[in-house]
């Protein structure tokens, strides 16, 4: 049966890559009100992708933010259920003279495709559309049952997704959930993710007078909230890159022996690395190796800094405020809230004198992780071998993905994520793109996938109480 | 014969505002190329105006950046030649929603010019075209010889002064220069300014990738140039507001006594600043008053930081880059060159791993210091005595016109400043304004300095050497 879905994928193609462009050049930026219109239209494209795929009960949900797009096909009786998870949300272009083609006029060059949202996560989720397409066009149905949860609010932490499950459970569950929005380790080396760090954000505002004083006459009579606010972020790392926030690592285990030899096998060239980063090298804390640093181990990070003065040349001012936006890295069993509070606690410690100092906790995500040996996760080993044509390795991801945890915890099955980027292709940054070799493969893999989870009945397996989910 | 000069300037006050409003509706913004067009404007309208007081020779001279407009009227025989200096340029307005009306749409509410630009400098040089006017329209003649130097570049550093100044010393020659540019203490306080604090800025940027980076892929594996940047930034002050770079405090001296003294014995409440301006409590180096921290201390201050993501929510990202951009304001024999050196050693001796550092230095001037017994000061003591009501007390200002030192200097003449704006007038911020009472104590005032120095032919005096600069 796979010759016949492959030679329809085959003969599709083009027209599938056009569609896909379509979609990616929809500026469905969930971050900005300005583009709400946008994010109607991506969704109600979706819909009309699902529909046309053949998949039913297709409907653009509606939410207290952005919408949820559905669509199911349940005719695989006695076979596991299948909920596959993605979102047609992406962050914003900014900055946007960086890029090379604009970044909402998606172009395919050197059989890559340029836009943003390109991997994260429109093109992953598509690939998902077009293997449902593929059975239910040619193969005459899907080996199981499958529904479709995609969410329009991923780049700004889901503010509704939970409540939405909450409110729809029976409708929405399923025996696993399958995610495709995150990379390989690499182009050669396709890769399991079985864990992904858990997220604590929060923006810290420093502010001084009413007004910018002029740093002549009130320089070295006031505080100044830059100074103030770079004291303070100051104080939570130490020189070598570890944060000094006290009680941050409490909950934070040491790897494994098995999974870190695991890790120090996978081949990686720092120095190449550093050369494609345009670093003069790596860094961070002392101890742990670069794949450790960025999947095991928890991160303060500042993502933006701004206050006082930012055109040409100098302006003699002290700013009435400077603010920092943070966000941190979670693993193992770090909890959003608890950070938080350390976060806030160390603050109140190490409070600057003159100036006030404001907190805004924003969205938040807890660690996941999934054991190698889940049933589930050797469907998947199985299918990346033939999909790609090599064994997959395990890996943990850096970044969060804080659904995973609520996906997991409501609907009581395990996550499976099924990635089919790569980490080059600039998520987040200018000229984000997608390698379409992985569109090819992607639907290669996830056809072999769905044929395996219903060919070894592994629901059953999941009615035992053994979801895979560490203690 | 002032009585006569002053039933004039009583006559044309109405006409005498409504020009000056039409002066500070130009935008003449110098730090800005956009407002080219309207610096030529500025200046093409100051020479008008010049025309229009009576005075010769005027000229809009070219230099290699913004034009100086020049006029003098020299038909004092035997009388001391004066060379008022002033600047037709002003700040930016940003941020611009701060403004309650616009800032280049000058209005007048309760006896004050709201406007960018209103007391630094225009309406400030403005009094002194229209005591000009004054004398040479009703009064016959000025008593002393009388030439006006305006430039458009005081706010981005006056880079081209000096060597204009050096094309046309002969023609820029005098036996003093009269500056109003700056606060006095107080409404209630006429005050004459002794000092100033010189100046050193620079712009220090961080940079890490070349692109902003996903702070889950990579969080963790390279340095964040925002950590490295506020790391970098937190070693140049101690928390109790002393600067920390190496050699800062070499040749700032300790005030002589008399005049901490007299420092001292002005009445200023810090609690009613701290409430004026918003901020929990005034905060600075140990040891001494506000008054002495703002004015007869070096500063090192932020006044600007920036990089990465500064929009709504936040934006998972290493930035690639951050920035500050910083300035000090220097003391006694503070050298702005072995300042910007310090600094420089600073840096190197504090250069975070992982990342590049870029020093931008930018303008700088020397402090500058004049002793309140010249002759020239007790003129303007004198002549404040009777255009205020009060007497003045010498003080020194914490703002930098580092053109002080280039001209005294350059024409080997002491220069007197003749503040006429307030303290809280708002300059280089939101809401600038001047105080029109002080538009008419001001020209009561200039005409009584230029009186007083004719009548007593200091001119002679300055040729014994005596300029009252410290050694």
């Known amino acids: 049966m796979l010759s016949k879905i492959e ?122 559309v077009k293997t449902a397409e593929a059975f239910l066009q040619a193969g005459g149905g899907l080996p199981v049952n499958l529904k479709f949860c995609i969410e329009g609010e991923e780049e700004i932490g889901s503010p509704h997704l939970q409540p939405f499950l909450e409110a729809h459970r029976e409708k929405m569950r399923a025996d696993l959930i399958a995610i495709s929005d995150g990379p390989m380790h690499s182009e050669d080396q396709p890769s399991i993710c079985c864990g992904l760090r858990g997220m604590c954000a929060l923006e810290l505002t420093v502010r001084g007078a009413k007004t910018d004083l002029h740093s002549g006459l009130y320089g070295g009579g006031v505080a100044n909230p830059a100074t103030a606010l770079v004291q303070l972020l100051s104080t939570m790392h130490d020189r070598e890159g570890r944060v000094t926030v006290a009680g941050f690592y409490d909950k934070v285990h040491e790897l494994p022996d098995a999974e870190k030899e695991s890790l120090g096998r996978l081949t990686f060239d720092e120095d190449r690395l550093s050369r494609e980063l345009g670093v003069p090298g790596l860094f961070g804390e002392k101890g742990y190796s670069f794949l450790e640093r960025t999947s095991v181990r928890p991160t303060l990070e500042i993502n933006g800094i701004y206050g006082g003065y930012q055109g040409e040349d100098i302006k003699t001012i002290i700013p009435s405020s400077a603010t920092a936006k943070i966000s941190c890295r979670l693993v193992d069993d770090q909890d959003p809230e608890e950070i938080m509070r350390r976060i806030q606690e160390h603050i109140a410690a190490h409070r600057p004198e003159g100036v006030t100092v404001e907190i805004k906790p924003m969205h938040g995500g807890k660690p996941y992780v999934i054991s190698p040996g889940h049933p589930y996760i050797r469907a998947a080993e199985s299918a990346y071998r033939e999909g790609f044509g090599k064994p997959p390795v395990f890996i943990r991801s850096g970044g969060s993905i804080p659904i995973v945890q609520v996906f997991s915890g409501l609907l009581d099955a395990p996550v499976i994520m099924m990635d089919l980027g790569l980490p080059d292709e600039n998520l987040h940054a200018p000229n984000e793109h997608f390698h379409l070799e992985n569109f090819d493969r992607g639907v290669r893999t996830l056809c072999r996938f769905w044929q395996e989870i219903s060919r070894q009945g592994f629901r059953q397996n999941r009615m035992c109480g053994d979801n895979g989910l560490p203690s």
Chains 1, 2 share one sequence.
């Not at 583009?35 to 819909?47: F, G, N, S, V, Y």
């Open 7 to 128: 030679e329809y994928l085959q003969k599709e193609r083009g027209r599938h890559l056009e569609e896909l462009k379509e979609f990616v050049g929809i500026p469905s930026i969930s971050s900005s009100t300005a583009h709400r219109p946008d994010m109607k239209r991506a969704a109600e494209w979706l819909a009309a992708a699902m529909r046309k795929a053949g998949l039913e009960h297709v409907e653009v949900m509606q939410t207290d933010g952005h919408p949820v797009v559905y669509g199911d096909w349940l005719h695989a009786p006695g076979k596991p259920t299948a909920l596959v998870y993605g979102h047609y949300d992406v962050q914003p272009p900014d900055p946007v003279d960086q890029w090379e083609t604009p970044p909402f006029e998606p172009v395919i060059r050197d059989n890559k495709l340029y836009g943003r949202g390109a991997t994260d996560d429109k093109a992953q989720l598509y690939v998902h």
